[in-house]
């Protein structure tokens, strides 16, 4: 089973930047995708960003390019950049990693609060 950490949320006003880290316990020499979701109250878990093995990146459309997704020095580390913070970005933020012909696996969330 693969160990995910998260790490970076907090509570920032409207405009504001946080950044996010995910470390998973996985060679950084395997094939895997690592994303991050985000789920708010009554709300559905959406994705927020996703980076490939092959480093592509994908964004929700909410996003509109204020978020990066990178990753680290090695390439089980992942961060996720958020600029531009509204208050509907408020939410328990949860790192995930697909490894090749695996399913899912996810962290326990980290939760960013946007005050307006």
């Known amino acids: 089973q693969v160990h995910l950490a998260e790490s970076g949320g907090g509570l920032v006003q409207a405009g504001e930047s946080l950044t996010l880290s995910c470390v998973a316990s996985?060679?950084?020499?395997?094939?895997?995708?690592m994303a991050w979701y985000r789920q708010a109250p009554g709300k559905d878990r959406e994705k927020v960003a996703l980076?490939?093995?092959?480093?592509?990146?994908q964004y929700g459309d909410f996003v509109n390019g204020r978020f990066i997704i990178s990753r680290g020095s090695t390439k089980n580390t992942v961060y996720l950049q958020m600029n531009s913070l509204k208050p509907d970005d408020t939410a328990m933020y949860y790192c995930?990693?697909?490894?090749?012909?695996?399913?899912?696996?996810w962290g326990s969330g980290t939760q960013v609060t946007v005050s307006s």
């Open positions: 980076i490939g093995s092959n480093d592509s990146t």
């Open positions: 995930c990693i697909k490894m090749y012909g695996s399913t899912p696996e």
């Open positions: 996985v060679s950084p020499d395997s094939t895997f995708a």
